[in-house]
């Protein structure tokens, strides 16, 4: 190819233009591998991702046949190879590890002597060594100056991508490693909810034995054990709750109703609360008019939960005031108390787990922390939202609620519907009170306990024989199935969390052995999310009740059974 300079022929330039013009070449080559080598390695964050650009665009630009890097594992600073170590270079290639050990330690260059084609690079970010880098060139030479410096550029932006990639490597661990304590937590919370509401059972039954039998004797004492026992009933379910919703576990059934039916369930949630510190409560909320596609029972969670957060932070005799409205296309509720207020700096982290206002060392407000979590949670899961407003300390608080309005207005029948659902759904989880004069069931029923916790079992059973059914119980699995040999049960109550053969295993056995004439099925568990109800129903079950067990919804499926049998053999407990 032609060229010239000042017009002058190429024969006429002079050797040390040609040697300018050679330089001149030689730095733009130089100058474009760097730029592609350093923009490919600043696209890459992983240590995997920095190797493949080692082997590729930065071997391509030095005319290596392969790299090998190692870097310093802290904090023994002892040199680890990373890159091809699925081939164990280390031991094969003994020539190439000392080459790199000695680029470390030196923090100097290692170039080649024929017939050698090894070059080794310490690695360094100012006075940090961070390894070392070496590669095998395509052909034994002695480099050039500038080939020299070609290499020493080149490894700059690589050890700035090492060490950025480290660290991020150390930061995905890390978080890896928040994420499965987390995970751990959520299981902890839910083994400890569950575990809790096995002791929860039999305390609730003996209360309601006590009941009947000791008739006027200590109402005052039992009626503090009974509201401590719901107190603990609700801590134990805001315990699971949380479990549920972080682990994505919560499902919700919803339907189109009036907020009105939520606020009226809230109520009756959070009436005890109001009613023992004497809070005054106004209520202003249309009973049609503000239609939701809810599930009821959570946002009735959700609206009590700020209830009782006003009554528990209201001196005793407060007012609590709660309002709703339309808004373009929205529905907002306010939970209003004259109470201690918030401080500033709380605002922003009231919604958040375990956080609590200031309380007094003898935690005369009690609970866990939890309730705002929860009922933001909820909202949040319907798309809505809630958010706390105070002007400080002793003005009071103000609880809002965000939800989008149906875009049509309920048919009686829908709501009708939709109540007597939501009713069965907080039956089957623990839901209202006991029935308190409900009458015995007119048949005598044989049934079938069986419960590895010996309290839960024989309170349980207690509570069947005084309404003069016959009872018979198991502790487990094999137990239950030599029992029904003498005992042939019209009903069978089965813990799911049996020792030996599970409630699952248990109810297809005991179906097979009583095939002739099979009981009705119900599974006793402390799980009662709609994925469990599932479970059991897959498994036969004809129902599913939570610890601790609902006597009013017991007594209602042993009401429903009209087959009657004769007094049991004296031998009903194993």
């Not at 760097?34 to 590729?56: M, N, T």
């Not at 149906?406 to 709501?415: N, P, Y």
């Not at 309404?467 to 029992?483: E, F």
């Not at 297809?508 to 568990?525: D, E, G, M, W």
Request: with cysteine; hydrophobic share 45%; aromatic share 4%.
């Amino acid at each position: 190819m032609q060229s010239a300079v000042m017009g002058e022929p190429p024969s006429s330039l002079s050797a040390q233009e040609v040697e300018r013009r050679a330089l001149a070449e030689l730095a733009l080559r130089h100058l474009t591998r760097l730029q592609r080598v350093s923009s490919a390695l600043s696209e890459v964050v992983s240590l995997c991702d920095v190797c493949q650009v080692l082997r590729s665009e930065l071997a391509e630009a030095l005319a290596a046949e392969r790299a090998f890097v190692a870097l310093v594992r802290e904090p023994n600073g002892l040199l680890m190879p990373i890159l091809d170590t699925a081939e164990d270079w280390r031991s094969q290639r003994a020539d190439v590890w000392q080459e790199l050990e000695r680029a470390y330690q030196d923090r100097e260059s290692r170039w080649p002597t024929l017939p050698s084609r090894l070059v080794a690079l310490p690695l360094t970010l100012g006075p940090r060594a961070l390894g070392a880098v070496a590669f095998e060139l395509e052909r034994a030479c002695e480099l050039e100056p500038g080939d020299r410096a070609l290499f020493e550029d080149l490894v700059r932006p690589l050890a700035l991508a090492l060490d950025r990639a480290r660290l991020y490597e150390l930061a995905r661990q890390e978080c890896d490693r928040a994420e499965e304590a987390n995970r751990a937590k959520d299981e902890f919370l839910a083994i400890l909810g569950h575990e809790l509401r096995n002791p929860l059972a039999p305390i609730l039954t003996a209360l309601e034995l006590m009941r009947v039998r000791a008739g006027d004797v200590a109402l005052e004492e039992r009626g503090v054990i009974e509201r401590q026992l719901h107190h603990m009933v609700r801590l134990v379910d805001d315990l699971l709750d949380v479990a549920r919703i972080t682990r994505g576990a919560l499902r919700l059934s919803r339907n189109r109703v009036e907020l009105a039916r939520a606020v009226e369930r809230a109520i009756e949630m959070a009436s005890p609360m109001l009613d023992a510190r004497g809070h005054r409560l106004t209520l202003s909320v249309q009973r049609e008019g503000l239609p939701v596609d809810i599930d009821t029972h959570r946002i009735a969670q959700a609206i009590a939960n700020l209830l009782m957060n006003s009554a528990k932070y209201t001196p005793s005799g407060g007012n609590i005031e709660l309002s709703a409205r339309r808004q373009n296309g929205r529905v907002l509720l306010d939970v209003r108390d004259d109470g201690i207020g918030i401080e500033p700096a709380l605002l922003s982290q009231i919604f958040e787990p375990f956080v609590q206002r200031k309380q007094a060392s003898d935690r005369s407000h009690g609970g866990l922390g939890l309730g705002l979590t929860i009922a933001r949670r909820l909202l949040e899961l319907h798309g809505g939202a809630v958010a706390a407003a105070s002007a400080g300390p002793g003005c009071g608080s103000t609880f809002s609620i965000d939800l989008a309005l149906a875009s049509t207005l309920l048919a009686s029948d829908a709501g009708a519907a939709s109540a007597s659902n939501a009713a069965e759904r907080v039956a089957g989880e623990g839901g209202p009170a006991l029935e308190r004069d409900a009458p015995p069931s007119s048949g005598v029923v044989r049934v079938l306990v069986v419960d590895d916790n010996v309290d839960a079992a024989e309170m349980l059973a207690e509570a069947l024989r005084v309404n003069g059914h016959v009872v018979g119980v198991a502790h487990d699995g094999p137990a239950a199935l030599s029992l029904v040999g003498e005992f042939q049960p019209d009903l069978a109550l089965l813990d799911i969390g049996l020792p030996v053969m599970d409630g699952f295993d248990l109810a297809q056995r005991l179906k097979r052995r009583l095939s002739a004439r099979p009981p009705k099925f119900v599974a006793i568990t402390g799980y009662g999310q709609p994925s469990d109800r599932a479970r059991s129903k897959q498994a036969g079950f004809d129902e599913h009740l939570v610890k601790p067990v609902d006597l009013a919804r017991l007594d209602a499926i042993v009401r429903g059974l009209s087959r009657h049998s004769e007094p049991a053999p004296p031998s009903t407990r194993r």
